[in-house]
């Protein structure tokens, strides 16, 4: 029995009428094969390791007396310990992060940009780190594109076409080179300046991350501290972008 079958019959059990217990479940698995219906060792870890995947992906929760008792002495991991030393809004807290995000951008609050990191989170939750880091980078070229509209319209109508020329170039670091340029060249209060060109950049290596100098998609490694990082330094660039925007 492959893990793919074997998936298939845990679905049916929990469909079927039989008690939902796990000794339930794993005889229904059981019954499923010829005489004497028992499972190997093999087939039995398997099993166990469905299970288990389920419940990372929130399809099933562990209940009863037990977890209590389990969960008594959890205690921070090593990954845990580097998630509370960034002492930001984690993106293990889905909706507060988003909440956060929301806030930052203040009353022009981008419905799409909120969606993208929410599936970059969603994805992070089910480590799907590529994914994350994937949607987070599409997120974070969702900003720039606003950037760019706003920054457009600061000019005259007789100046957009050519400005919206240089800003939409098929490569995709001389468009932001040109839109960078173009930024530099208005009158920016010192303290946003200092933190702009730091969260201006740092956006722009989020998308990197998964498009080359040409924007097409490449092939994104990653692992999870990275794509925590990306995360967590994510509401920081979109807070700046979205002063600057302001300031347009």
Known sequence: ???????????????????????????????????????????NKLFRDVMWDLAMQGVIAPWGPEIDTLLHGARLTEYGHECIAHEQVLPHDID???????????????????????????????N?????????????ERSLELLKGTYLQTLDEKARPKALSK???????????????????????????D??????????????????????FTPVETDKLTALACLASFPGYIRTLFQLAEHL
């Open 1 to 43: 029995m492959n893990e793919q079958e074997n998936r298939k019959h845990v679905f049916a059990a929990y469909g079927s009428s039989l008690g939902k217990s796990y000794g339930d479940i794993r005889t229904y698995v059981a019954t499923r094969k010829a005489p004497p219906y028992k499972l190997s060792s093999a087939e």
């Open 128 to 140: 799907n780190l590529r994914a994350a880091v994937v949607l987070l980078g599409v997120a974070a």
């Open 96 to 126: 507060g992060y988003l909440t956060n995000l929301r806030d930052l951008m203040g009353d022009e609050a981008d419905e799409m940009l909120l969606q993208y990191a929410e599936e970059a989170l969603e994805c992070f939750h089910r």
């Open 195 to 216: 933190k702009l060109e730091g969260d201006f950049w740092g956006a722009f290596q989020l998308i990197r991350r998964s498009r080359n100098e040409a924007g097409h």
């Open 167 to 193: 800003l939409n170039d098929r490569s995709l670091r001389k468009r932001f080179e040109s839109l960078w340029k173009r930024i530099e060249e208005a009158k920016i209060p010192d303290e946003l300046q």
